[in-house]
């Protein structure tokens, strides 16, 4: 079951697993409201019992410094990114637990680095990274497999206009790394071996990163001397 906004693309989509063997079924649904995501949910339980594997992967970004954006734009981008995930989780819960089903949610490096020019963004994707940590443990019990991807960059139509010499991963990457964390039931993967250093140093070393990275900010965080004017 495919959800998302757009019908045209989730009728390609659909189209093309039956192309190559599979069968899908879709659900046009606007997840940026906690009322809407649960009316997703609910539809899903419907028509989808039981519930193998849940893949959690929508998100936006108001690509604005936090001075620029607008209360209404960082509610929504917190909607879309976090309490959208939350809700269908929420509501699917009960048939997760019948089967020891798998929930992989699509995060971003966002959650461990800090993103200047982003804010928002970064924080609406931290508490995803939480949560997952959380009930790893919190519900070890139920049998549930809750894993977690932080992808960094990635070559989609939402960064196709952003500037930065940073090496992006291509979306077959990322599919690659959600399969990796179903199949072997891992709680994090972060792809890419210079995302996972990157990560690893601003945990242990938070303000000697700051440091190092602060005077290179300009060329390293996509957009940024687009909004600083530098």
Known sequence: MLLARSEDELH?????ISHRGGHADYLVADLSTVDLARDAGREIAERCEPIDILVLNAGMSNDKPFEEASLDEIVYELGVNYLAPVTLLHTLLPLLKRRHSHVIVVGSLTAILPFPSNATYA????????????????????????????????????????????????????AEAIYECLTERKGLIIPGVGNRIAAAFFQQFPEVAEKVISPFKGLLIPGFDDHMGA
Request: proline share 9%; glycine share 6%.
């Open 123 to 174: 924080a609406s994707k931290a508490p995803l990274l939480s949560l997952i940590k959380s009930l790893r443990l919190e519900m070890k019990d139920t049998g549930i497999h809750f894993g977690i991807v932080l992808p960094g960059l990635t070559a989609t139509a939402a960064t196709e206009e952003m500037k930065s010499p940073i090496p992006r991963a291509t979306p077959e990457e990322i």
């Open 12 to 16: 390609r989509v659909c189209k093309e």
